[in-house]
């Protein structure tokens, strides 16, 4: 029961580093990006390279990881998405799923279709045993990084000026502008960060949650669900959600396995039913 | 009937009206069954995509609804389709065809209450959840049916009692023409009475719409049911012409290329999905043979650069095109019956 609990929360942090970069960008410029696994993708596969090819240390692999993918980001934002902000919601999905389609065929031309791994130091292959609960050591790693992204995440968000900007823009982003905030450049570095920390979570879940081209496919419905379910007016809910979706996803497949993902989907659709505009919104809908 | 009312009525019967382009696709359609009979398999998965997109033009063309979940319906009547063929409980194709649409249809009448709810991004979650949640269902129920090997065993009877299913696909191929155009038909109906006018009110200002008097929930319940059966129907011809049906007929493959196929033809105005499925497929089935494995990858930078060239300038692209076409076909026309009226004829959509 309470390693459940344990797995399912390292499960939902890992899902709230991968997601919030989406529930930024959906809350800020209302632009639906079903891309942002490509971009988790693109960390995980960027680690492989460097740990398992070349040879750097994993501690120094994820942060390049990151920051290859923020650069990545901020070209994709700079070059393509910029065009496809005010658009309609249905080219949006239309281009980012079309973004979709062509990273996972790119990735398996250059990489190959079958499953990487990343080679994990024996430092934190094992388990601690806790009170008799077997707590994987890399599982707490990802707890542990996961929480502390979370609290400067956090701490950016609310006190630093740059995070009231952000916080300005979401809030009403024709008032932000006239109050002289670039929105544009606040948005791009956004994006550039929350593409980042998604490689960060690809490389960091690589392990846990499988690293294949089909990776943006498969866990664009998770992302998706954190956001929606989370709200896009912070990012205390999207965590709650993930941490939610995490637990709840790991119970589920451990009591009623056979079920698969079908307990989170309903779980989902009754939240949106009940809450349309998600768990955490704040009461005015936009 | 005051002038004004007339006035209407007449000036909605002129925009009913059939036009010249419209009678030579159709006609194009059905000489395909004589002209190309070589080709009849993939022109069979042409008309079934066609009748696929057709239903996705009505919700998303018509009344503005996104949706990344038609396969829901599709695939539920497929499997429906092929489970009553396989156990012998309906044997007239027809009546099992009729009957599928009717099992999507009230499935589409049960969700339709999800969609009606909150912002595009929560219709478009409500409506992949609900047909990820059907997958799942399918899969764990693999003992009905049949899991990640597909329903095995489906065999259809004769149509009518009297057209068997050949293995070149002829009788398919006519079978599910002649579906299609009376789907069509039907649709075509649909959109020009004041009910489908009402439909693009509600797309143009769900708001406004509501203030003018317009029962926008009911409307939008209503198409959506309707779309459904015509995807569950799409559906059930997919099982009865292959004799088969498996998992990916509800993955989100299938939803999110259907999108697609119809972005290429246009939405809104019903021969989008028609012309969109048959570029589609001749294109799947060219780039196919020149990269079987990547062929996801086209598909995608088509998607990006749809989009990046924009959707309304396509339109008037296929606008400009149509038009040009319209002109030749009623000149034609025109110069074949009495040469001194030539280009009298007004060309209407």
């Not at chain 1, 950016?156 to 502008?177: E, N, W, Y």
């Not at chain 1, 606040?186 to 990776?215: H, K, N, R």
């Given at each position: 029961m ?12 890992l899902?709230?580093?991968l ?9 800020l410029?209302?632009?639906i990006?079903l891309a942002h696994g ?11 390279v460097?740990?398992?090819r ?6 120094l ?20 998405y910029v065009?496809?902000?005010a ?5 949006q999905?239309?281009?980012t799923?079309?973004?979709v ?13 079958s499953?990487q ?12 045993n ?13 707890i542990?990084?996961?929480g ?12 630093t000026?740059?995070g ?10 024709r ?21 980042g920390?998604?490689?960060?979570g690809?490389?960091?879940g690589?392990?846990?949650l ?13 992302f ?7 709200g896009?007016?912070g990012?205390i809910g ?10 709840g ?16 989907y309903a ?20 | 009937m005051t002038?004004?009312?007339a006035?209407?009525?007449?000036s ?12 030579a ?6 000489a395909s ?9 993939i022109?069979?998965?042409t ?12 919700i ?5 609804i ?14 429906f389709a ?17 009957c ?20 595009d ?9 609900v047909s990820?949640m ?5 899969n ?9 090997d597909?329903?095995?065993g ?31 038909l ?13 439909l ?5 200002n ?5 203030a003018?008097?317009?029962p ?8 959506y ?15 009865q ?14 939803s999110?290329?259907?999108l ?15 012309i969109?499925?048959?570029i ?6 060219w780039?196919a ?11 995608g ?18 606008e400009?095109?149509?038009?040009a076409?319209?002109r030749?076909?009623t000149?034609a026309?025109a ?6 009226l ?6 209407g959509?």
């Amino acid at each position: 029961m309470l390693t459940i609990l344990f797995d399912g929360t390292a499960y939902g942090m890992l899902l709230f580093v991968l997601a919030c970069g989406l529930s930024v960008t959906l809350g800020l410029m209302n632009f639906i990006n079903l891309a942002h696994g490509a971009f988790a993708m693109a960390g995980g596969y960027c680690t492989v390279v460097l740990v398992n090819r070349i040879g750097v240390p994993f501690a120094l692999g994820l942060p390049l990881a990151f920051l290859a993918t923020a650069l990545l980001g901020g070209l994709c934002e700079r070059t393509l998405y910029v065009h496809v902000y005010a658009r309609s919601h249905l080219d949006q999905v239309l281009f980012t799923i079309g973004l979709v389609f062509m990273s996972v065929a790119a990735t398996d031309y250059v990489m190959g279709s079958s499953q990487q791994f990343v080679r994990i130091p024996d430092a934190l292959q094992g388990q601690f045993n806790v009170f008799g609960i077997g707590m994987g050591k890399y599982r707490l790693l990802i707890i542990v990084v996961c929480g502390v992204l979370t609290l400067a995440l956090q701490l950016i968000l609310t006190k630093t000026r740059f995070g009231s900007r952000l916080r300005a823009a979401v809030d009403d982003q024709r008032v932000a502008r006239g109050l002289g905030i670039n929105v544009g450049a606040v948005f791009g570095i956004t994006f550039a960060f929350g593409s980042g920390l998604a490689g960060l979570g690809g490389a960091l879940g690589a392990e846990i949650l499988g690293l294949d081209p089909t990776f943006p496919l498969k866990y664009m419905i998770y992302f998706l669900i954190v956001v929606t379910v989370g709200g896009t007016s912070g990012i205390i809910g999207p965590f709650l959600a993930s941490l939610l979706l995490g637990i709840g996803d790991v119970a589920g497949k451990y009591y009623v396995p056979t079920l698969g993902a079908f307990v989170i989907y309903a779980i989902m659709i009754a939240v949106l039913i009940v809450r349309p505009h998600g768990l955490f919104a704040r009461g005015t809908a936009r | 009937m005051t002038p004004l009312a007339a006035s209407v009525a007449q000036s909605l019967k002129r925009r009913a009206r059939w036009s010249v382009l419209e009678i030579a696709f159709w006609v194009a359609a059905f000489a395909s069954i004589w002209l190309l009979p070589q080709k009849h398999l993939i022109l069979t998965e042409t008309a079934i995509l066609a009748l696929f997109a057709l239903s996705l033009d009505l919700i998303l063309g018509y009344a503005g609804i996104i949706s990344l979940g038609q396969a829901a319906f599709f695939g539920t009547a497929g499997y429906f389709a092929g489970l009553v063929a396989k156990y012998g409980l309906i044997n007239d194709p027809v009546l099992a065809l009729v009957c599928s649409g009717l099992v999507a249809a009230a499935l589409g009448f049960v969700t339709s209450f999800l969609v009606l709810r909150g912002s595009d991004l929560t219709r478009l979650m409500v409506t992949l959840g609900v047909s990820l949640m059907l997958g799942e269902l399918a899969n764990r129920y693999s003992d009905i049916t049949g899991g990640a090997d597909g329903l095995q065993g489906v065999t259809v009877a004769p149509i009518l009692g009297l057209f068997a299913f050949d293995m070149f696909g002829h009788t398919g191929y006519v079978y599910c023409l002649s579906v299609l155009f009376v789907c069509f038909l039907v649709a075509r109906r649909l959109v020009y009475s004041p009910f489908g006018l009402s439909l693009r009110a509600i797309k143009g200002n769900a708001l406004r719409s509501g203030a003018i008097g317009i029962p926008v929930n009911a409307r939008l319940v209503a198409i959506y049911t309707l779309s459904a059966g015509f995807a569950g129907m799409a559906g059930a011809l997919l099982t009865q012409t292959t004799a088969f049906c498996s998992l990916d007929v509800l993955s989100l493959q299938r939803s999110a290329d259907l999108l697609l196929v119809l972005i290429i033809g246009g939405t809104g105005y019903l021969y989008g999905g028609l012309i969109g499925a048959v570029i589609y497929k001749f294109m799947q089935d060219w780039i196919a043979t020149l990269t079987p494995q990547y062929w996801q990858f086209w598909i995608g930078l088509l998607l990006v650069v749809i989009v990046l060239v924009g959707r309304d300038r396509m339109a008037a692209w296929h606008e400009a095109a149509r038009a040009a076409l319209a002109r030749f076909f009623t000149r034609a026309l025109a110069w074949r019956r009495r040469p001194a009226l030539g280009g009298a004829a007004p060309d209407g959509r």
